[in-house]
């Protein structure tokens, strides 16, 4: 099966602060890699769509210059929260798809605590 | 707006009895449909997907599909107390293959 892991598994951090989350393709190359957002007693929300090389797509309603990403490998993804707000603890997951492939691989997810 | 709508629960069923899971979702246009498995702060594990009009069984887990009525469901036969999980209902949200998930049941299994 396909591995995708995701670093860090926890996080705290100040308000104010900026934190990046690694998404890994370990055994294939992703062309597509998604961002979602869970929070408490609600389901995944699709934040973004990178594809390898180009910039990402953002869904509505969610502010690409504070939720930065990299897509620069076709195994490496990153997520940057910047200037954190409690509001933004949450739990992050992504998701990666290879080429010609329909089927996404989650990671192990990121919980982020902004105090 | 794509709509995928799940009854929260908690859905409680004694051990061994059969689990059923319900989901409807509002475009009509909608050709993949998947069930995950979410354990309390982990991510979502990819149980079945169902493509065409019927039943598909894998194991204990049978995923049905009704297109005509828009709804899907998930039976877990001889429920163990290791299924106590909350499980999404996903549809493709686009062409991209990024997943439109509902807010997800909770099951629980006792003993």
């Known amino acids: 099966g396909a591995v995708v892991s995701q670093h860090p598994s926890r996080v705290i951090c100040k308000s104010g602060t900026s934190v990046k989350i690694e998404c890994r393709s370990l055994?294939?190359?992703?062309?597509?890699m998604f961002w979602y957002r869970q929070f408490p007693k609600q389901s995944l929300m699709l934040m973004a769509t990178s594809n390898e090389g180009s910039k990402a797509t953002y869904e509505q309603g969610v502010e690409k210059d504070k939720f930065l990403i990299n897509h620069a490998s076709l195994t490496l993804s990153t997520l940057t929260v910047t200037s954190a707000h409690p509001e933004d603890s949450s739990f992050y997951i992504c998701?990666?798809?290879?080429?010609?492939?329909?089927?996404?691989?989650f990671g192990q997810g990121t919980r982020l605590t902004v105090v | 707006q794509k709509e995928v709508e799940q009854n929260s629960g908690p859905l409680s069923v004694p051990e061994g009895a059969i689990a059923s899971l319900n989901c409807t979702y509002s475009d009509r246009g909608s050709q993949s449909f998947f069930w995950y498995r979410q354990y309390s702060g982990k991510s979502p594990e990819l149980i079945m997907f169902i493509y065409s009009n019927g039943d598909k069984e894998d194991g204990r887990f049978t995923a049905q599909l009704n297109k005509a009525s828009q709804y899907v469901s998930l039976l877990i036969r001889d429920s163990q107390p290791s299924d106590s999980a909350t499980y999404l209902c996903a549809v493709y949200l686009n062409s991209g293959y990024a997943l439109n998930f509902g807010k997800g049941t909770s099951l629980l299994v006792t003993p």
């Open positions: 055994d294939f190359q992703a062309t597509t």
């Open positions: 998701s990666a798809r290879r080429a010609g492939n329909t089927e996404a691989f």
